[in-house]
């Protein structure tokens, strides 16, 4: 879009350089020194912080490079939850926890070993229930959710892949 089109900035930049007019018919704009150049966008920034109107109409929306894979994360989560949250399924921690985590590992893992142990310890000092699922027992689930990497931790809210130091489990079981 070319830039008298957006959102004014034309007649902004024109007064701006009205402004500036007796200094304009003596100075070269394209031929500032590195002091000039300061002091012109030093003015420039003030005469825009002047108009915060304006500069909230330009400012660009914030955009969240991963909303669209979170959504789809969600959208499964949420296609899968009796399969990986419910009471009944082999697991440790209290049937009606106020938090849980299902915990998708392999027999052959050492880090799935890990994995499990540290949420025991977290589910010592937490309200937490941890579902325990076998994804050699279980690939139509894994692939449900799009994992293939052990261990991976599914919380109601968002999936991890891989080992998760427990310091890192508990700030997610914190906040």
Avoid at 62 to 78: H, K, T, V
Wanted: net charge negative; aromatic share 6%.
């Amino acid at each position: 879009m070319p830039f008298g089109h957006h959102n004014g900035l034309l007649p902004l930049a024109a007064g701006l350089f009205c402004l500036a007019a007796p200094a304009g018919a003596e100075t070269d704009f394209t031929d500032l020194t590195k002091t000039e150049r300061a002091i012109f966008h030093a003015e420039i920034r003030e005469a825009l912080l002047g108009l915060p109107d304006l500069t909230d109409r330009i400012a660009p929306p914030p955009i969240d490079p991963y909303a669209d894979a979170i959504e789809s994360d969600l959208a499964r989560i949420e296609a899968q939850a009796n399969r990986l949250f419910a009471p009944g399924l082999p697991g440790f921690g209290p049937a009606d926890a106020s938090q849980t985590i299902a915990l998708l590992v392999r027999s052959d893992c050492p880090d799935c070993t890990r994995a499990t142990a540290d949420l025991r310890d977290l589910a010592n000092t937490h309200d937490l229930r941890v579902t325990l699922i076998d994804m050699g027992a279980n690939p139509d689930l894994a692939k449900a959710l799009d994992i293939d990497l052990t261990p991976s931790y599914v919380l109601p809210d968002m999936m991890l892949r891989g080992h998760m130091p427990s310091i890192v489990l508990q700030r997610y079981l914190t906040d």
